[in-house]
Nanobody, 119 residues
Framework: QVQLVESGGGLVQAGDSVRLSCAGS????????MGWFRQAPGKERELVAR????????YYTDSVKGRFFISRDNAKNTVFLQMNSLKAEDAAVYYC????????????WGQGTQVTVSS
């Protein structure tokens, strides 16, 4: 069974840092583009960050540039999202996803982890 399992979310204060992890199992994701998405209540899901299979070409949505950093450890089939200087507007359910096509088609999704930011 192919799975992506996120962890690391929780309740934090504005200005804090949190690192999310996404562990893959059932297949290797080392050749996939990996993405972190988020969805806040009443809002559409948005791509927050993306990283190529070799760790290159990181992409960040404008609102998190300079605060969030995506990385991966292919040997551990894991991708990370380091979130710094958290703001109330960063509160959402965060999902990781895998794109084996490397064309923006994410076939595998985790169940999500909640990040709540108190101000």
């Amino acid at each position: 069974q192919v799975q992506l399992v996120e962890s690391g979310g929780g309740l934090v204060q504005a200005g804090d840092s949190v690192r999310l992890s996404c562990a893959g199992s059932g297949r290797t994701f080392s050749r996939d583009t990996m993405g972190w998405f988020r969805q806040a209540p009443g809002k559409e899901r948005e791509l927050v960050a993306r990283i190529a299979w070799n760790g290159g070409y990181p992409y960040y949505t404008d609102s998190v540039k300079g605060r969030f950093f995506i990385s991966r450890d292919n040997a551990k089939n894991t991708v990370f999202l380091q979130m710094n200087s958290l703001k109330a507007e960063d509160a959402a359910v965060y999902y990781c996803a895998a794109d084996s096509t490397n064309r923006g088609l994410y076939e595998y999704w985790g169940q999500g982890t909640q990040v709540t930011v108190s101000s």
